[in-house]
T-cell receptor
Framework: SAVISQKPSRDICQRGTSLTIQCQVD?????MFWYRQQPGQSLTLIAT?????????ESGFVIDKFPISRPNLTFSTLTVSNMSPEDSSIYLC????????????FGSGTQLSVL | SQQGEEDPQALSIQEGENATMNCSYK?????LQWYRQNSGRGLVHLIL?????REKHSGRLRVTLDTSKKSSSLLITASRAADTASYFC???????????FGKGTKLSVKP
């Protein structure tokens, strides 16, 4: 199992600003995943953060808007840049269990509201 | 792309009743997983069923998988108010490199 500490838990931000979300895992993991959950919707994968290389972004998500850092095997950050009200969502980090896509463990989420 | 589709979208039952949620998907999978989310917080893994399995139990949870119909169901027996949450299925597809989550079923259990 993995315990993930994610912060901040929530924030209210002004349009045009940026917010950096941090995730700390209590064990070393190869891949960390960043998801977005828009209000009342399901989870959409933003990117996979790999230690020592650039993150892999899913279709519709770009590095300029969602830069990711992965300085070591236990930590990652996601920045939401130049925010607009459409970025209001819950952002979640997660790590895999035995296999990369088996039994994901999630952080508690960051509820972002952009005014 | 989103693939798992749960139904119903919302379910309201009385404590003690059973709750059944269904999930359908479109392509071949390695496994299917169910997760629970309380009040927009982090998801918690409930159960994983592999493509070669047909049924799995964990406590009050029972999951079935029908790969011929590309569907799964999650049954929660003897529900409790604390089971109130959103439930999501997620598929590990053979053609994709990540989990695809469904839209979820919002379950409300009234005491």
């Amino acid at each position: 199992s993995a315990v993930i500490s994610q912060k901040p838990s929530r924030d209210i931000c002004q349009r045009g600003t940026s917010l950096t979300i941090q995730c700390q895992v209590d064990s070393q993991v190869t891949m960390m995943f960043w998801y977005r959950q828009q209000p009342g919707q399901s989870l959409t994968l933003i990117a996979t953060a790999n230690q020592g290389s650039e993150a892999t972004y899913e279709s519709g998500f770009v590095i300029d808007k969602f830069p990711i850092s992965r300085p070591n095997l236990t930590f990652s950050t996601l920045t939401v840049s130049n925010m607009s009200p459409e970025d209001s969502s819950i952002y979640l980090c997660s790590v895999g269990g035995q296999g990369a896509h088996e039994k994901l463990f999630f952080g508690s989420g960051t509820q972002l509201s952009v005014l | 792309s989103q693939q798992g589709e749960e139904d119903p979208q919302a379910l309201s039952i009385q404590e003690g009743e059973n709750a059944t949620m269904n999930c359908s998907y479109k392509t071949s999978i390695n496994n299917l997983q169910w997760y629970r989310q309380n009040s927009g917080r982090g998801l918690v893994h409930l159960i994983l069923i592999r493509s070669n399995e047909r049924e799995k139990h964990s406590g009050r949870l029972r999951v079935t998988l029908d790969t011929s119909k590309k569907s799964s169901s999650l049954l929660i027996t003897a529900s409790r108010a604390a089971d109130t949450a959103s439930y999501f299925c997620a598929t590990d597809q053979r053609s994709q490199g990540n989990l695809i989550f469904g839209k979820g079923t919002k379950l409300s259990v009234k005491p």
